[in-house]
């Protein structure tokens, strides 16, 4: 059985290999991770693999245009993957709750699954994020108001997903200043 260390480092150099769409988007919920976890006072290393884990499947789930169904596929993979490792089954569950709630859809079972749902808030209300995903938007489509509107959704869907009063100080005016910024250009290009 490998320990944690090697766990760490596993995913580490696998979400950096697998985990869509460029490595500002990954840096960022690693970055803002790791500073929420010693906020909440929960272990760095763990958070760490469970950002990593979280979107592990989002690039193959976008190549079968099945990018909603990537959270249940890196569910799937880290059951059978972490079984390679040496850790206790309340690890293994409180992982697994790191990828199955970060989108907001199932409740927190602990609090190092909510640091990594509010650091992957990072990806779409932070301004690296934001453009970071303006520039993945603009390669996958040329229509600009598709572009602007999935800009917005992210930024609303995030936005209700936060739930740490630290994440909520660092985003709160993002949110404010994109949202105002996102509803005046769809109103410029007709919504």
């Known amino acids: 059985m490998k320990n944690k260390e090697q766990l760490l480092e596993d995913v580490l150099k696998m979400a950096s ?6 490595k500002n988007h990954l840096d960022i919920s690693l970055v803002k991770g790791r500073m929420l976890a010693k906020e909440y006072n929960v272990d760095e290393d763990f958070v760490t693999i469970g950002v990593c ?8 789930a976008h190549k079968l245009n099945k990018a909603s169904e990537h959270v249940k596929m890196a569910s799937d993979f880290a059951k059978e993957f972490l079984e390679e490792y040496d850790l206790t089954k309340e690890e293994k569950d409180k992982l697994i709750n790191c ?10 079972t602990c609090t190092e699954a909510e640091v990594c749902a509010n650091a992957d808030c990072y990806r779409f209300i932070h301004p690296v994020g934001v453009f970071t995903y303006a520039g993945v938007l603009a390669k996958r489509t040329s229509d600009f108001k598709e572009q602007v509107t999935q800009l917005k959704y992210k930024l609303n ?20 200043e ?13 919504e």
């Open 17 to 22: 290999e697998n985990t869509p769409p460029v």
């Open 53 to 60: 884990l979280m979107d592990i499947k989002l690039g193959e």
């Open 99 to 108: 990828i199955e709630a970060h989108h907001g859809k199932i409740p927190f």
């Open 157 to 176: 869907e995030k936005y209700n997903i936060l739930s740490l009063p630290k994440a909520k100080e660092d985003l709160e005016k993002y949110y404010e």
């Open 178 to 190: 994109y949202s105002k910024q996102f509803d005046e250009i769809l109103g410029y290009i007709g």
